[in-house]
Structure formats: structure tokens, C-alpha cells
């Protein structure tokens, strides 16, 4: 990745990439249905679909009957599996743009991910993203996304207030908040504005251009989230 739209003027964004940035749900829930047998568990429907994503990760897994130690093991076989159809994958509505819009603008940003180092990187090549950001960091990790941006805000030379992580989970608005960064919840991904509000996250928008306009705002009040 290029180092090139490093910037030290305006905030670090940190992505996540599943539901945020690239439209895997559907064929998530597709390869999903398709091992859900395996592990004796019952399919789920478009509708449930839609319920499901009112509840925040915990209560999910406990609403499937996936237990913490099978959900590891899933995920590891559904990116496996992902990676195989990750050339399906498209972009979210509106996310090309936005990427742009704030590479543009001056923002530094980089990806943070469960899902594969190959697959985010092929989904950004695919879509010709490569240069706007500035890293990748990606792949199962045992000690968790907080752990994580902790590490990246140590790697960039940045301050925790000066950074945002954007992320369509609960558990990513967690892990910002482990790591004492500014979390900002995307409405559009795994999780609903019902169940993303319930971690009081610093931003919540439900569209990527509402992203932009959050991310400006930022600046302009100084790094600061409104009140």
C-alpha cells in the first residue's frame, strides 16, 4: 500500500472491511446456510436476517445457539469459504465514493479486519482502491480488535483522540472503546442503528456520505464528538 496519503493534518481512520466497506453479507449468510448443518445448526432466513440484526454480537450468537468457541471455528471456515467468492463481493452503495472523498480530503486510513489479508486486498484491487489507504492489517488474531488498534495507533506515531474506527458491529465500537479511540458505528452493515446505539458510540450514520460529513465535523471541532 502506498504511504502517500499519510496524513498528520487530519484524523486516522481505521475501517473495518466486512459489512463496512464491502457487501458480504448476503453472501455471508449464503455460506452460512450452506455449513449451518455441520455444526447443527438451522438456517436462516431473509427475514430473520433482518431481526437478527437488531441484536448486538453476544445476544446473535446466543439467538443462534453458537457457542464462543464455535463461532471461531465458523469464522474461520466462512473466510475461508469468502475467499473462494470474494470476486462477487461488491461495495457497499456510496462506500467508492466516500473512500475517495476522504482521500481527497486529507485523511489518512487503513483497514483493520478478521476477514483475510488476501481477500481485503483483492476486493481493493478489484475496485482499484489500493492507494487510499495506507495499510492493511487483517487476519484472526488471538488477542481482539482492541488489542489491536492499540497496536496500529503505537505503529502510525498517532494519538488515540486524533484516530476514528468505523465498523458495522457492536464489537467493533468495543474494541474503539478499549483502545480509547473515537468509535464510529455504520448503520448499514451486521448490526442495525437499534443494536449499534446500544455501545453509545461516538458517531452513528447510516449513510457513507453522512460518514463524510462526520468525519469533517470532527476536524472542525477540534478532534472532538459532538455532545
Not at 10 to 19: A, M, N, V, W
Not at 64 to 74: D, F, N, P, T, Y
Not at 87 to 95: F, H, I, N, Q, R
Amino acid at each position: 500500500m502506498s504511504a502517500s496519503h499519510t496524513s498528520h493534518q487530519k484524523p486516522l481512520l481505521i475501517f473495518d472491511f466486512d459489512g463496512t466497506l464491502a457487501d458480504t453479507l448476503a453472501v455471508g449468510v449464503e455460506i452460512f446456510n450452506d455449513v449451518a448443518g455441520d455444526y447443527g445448526l438451522k438456517t436462516v432466513s431473509a427475514e430473520e436476517v433482518e431481526e437478527l440484526r437488531k441484536l448486538n454480537t453476544r445476544a446473535l450468537l446466543d439467538r443462534l445457539g453458537i457457542s464462543r468457541l464455535m463461532a471461531v471455528k465458523m469464522a474461520a471456515r466462512i473466510r475461508h469459504l469468502l475467499s473462494k467468492r470474494i470476486d462477487e463481493v461488491p461495495l457497499m452503495p456510496g462506500a467508492e465514493k466516500m473512500i475517495r472523498d476522504l482521500s481527497d480530503a486529507g485523511f489518512g486510513m487503513g483497514i483493520l479486519s478478521s476477514n483475510a489479508v488476501d481477500n481485503v486486498r483483492r476486493f481493493l484491487a478489484h475496485y482499484d482502491l489500493e492507494n487510499c489507504f495506507h495499510f492493511v492489517e487483517a487476519g484472526a488474531s488471538l488477542f481482539g480488535k482492541g488489542s489491536r488498534l492499540r497496536s496500529i495507533l503505537k505503529r502510525e506515531r498517532r494519538e488515540a483522540p486524533a484516530v476514528m474506527y468505523v465498523g458495522d458491529e457492536t464489537r467493533d465500537m468495543e474494541a474503539a472503546r478499549d483502545a480509547g479511540i473515537h468509535g464510529v458505528a455504520v448503520c448499514w452493515g451486521a448490526n442495525g442503528r437499534e443494536a449499534m446505539l446500544t455501545e453509545d458510540p461516538d458517531f452513528c450514520v447510516d449513510a457513507p456520505e453522512e460518514l463524510v460529513k462526520a468525519a469533517l465535523a470532527f476536524v472542525k471541532a477540534g478532534n472532538k464528538a459532538p455532545e
